[in-house]
């Protein structure tokens, strides 16, 4: 089992839409979980962290952790064609002396 | 966010040379940086933890003595990629924690040996 994964997809969504990405985890006493951006040919950009169970929204992203079910996700609303990228999943894993885990990564294509 | 720069965002060099990339931290300190390779269409992999003031941590099946090290203060952080090789052409990206979690990208820099 991978310790962090993900659909690779892609997931296409239309404009306008809730781009839904999930993620599940394999470790259940982690606490730290982010979400980055990655388009084609550049770097990953950190676009939000979750530590606590429940909801976070900043703007039109929504982050969602459910602990028990060691799951993580991130909603889009209102998703625009500038959204589409591959998003990665992250987790910091517990006893790995402060290293990130991710996931393969998800690809998002938002249609016109 | 936290800003991370990295320098040169491109290089081409022919094989056998050596290759020096460098990893800032622009505002704020990191004790520790995390170097990352990629290559096309695959999925982020760490090559090495950097530590400010002593040896950098190597994941398995990253060659020591190929990829350089070094953390020589609080905000630099530089990686020496030395007899290169075609197959060492990658997308090289180093990052770094302003604090406890949240961890930030440098750029990356794109490596061609030709």
């Known amino acids: 089992q991978k310790e962090v994964e993900q659909n690779s997809g892609p997931l296409s969504v239309p404009e306008g839409a809730i781009a839904s990405l999930n993620c599940t985890y394999s470790d259940r006493v982690s606490q730290s979980f982010f979400w980055y951006r990655q388009y084609s040919g550049k770097s990953p950009e950190l676009i939000m962290s979750i530590y606590s169970n429940g909801d976070k929204e900043d703007g039109r992203f929504t982050a969602q952790l459910n602990k028990a079910s060691q799951y993580v996700s991130l909603l889009i609303r209102d998703s625009q064609p500038s959204d589409s990228a591959t998003y990665l999943c992250?987790?910091?894993?517990?006893?790995?002396?402060?290293?990130?885990?991710f996931g393969t990564g998800t690809r998002l294509q938002v249609t016109l | 966010g936290a800003v991370v720069s990295q320098h040169p965002s491109w290089v081409i060099c022919k094989s056998g040379t050596s290759v020096k990339i460098e990893c800032r931290s622009l505002d704020f300190q990191a004790t520790t940086m995390f170097w990352y390779r990629q290559f096309p269409k695959q999925s982020l992999m760490l090559m090495a933890t950097s530590n400010e003031g002593s040896k950098a941590t190597y994941e398995q099946g990253v060659e020591k003595d190929k990829f350089l090290i070094n953390h020589a203060s609080l905000t630099l952080s530089t990686l020496t990629v030395t007899s290169a090789h075609p197959e060492d052409s990658s997308f090289y990206i180093c990052?770094?924690?302003?604090?406890?979690?949240?961890?930030?990208f440098g750029p990356g820099t794109r490596l061609t040996v030709t």
């Open positions: 992250a987790v910091l894993l517990t006893g790995t002396a402060s290293k990130l885990t």
């Open positions: 990052s770094a924690r302003p604090g406890a979690y949240e961890q930030y």
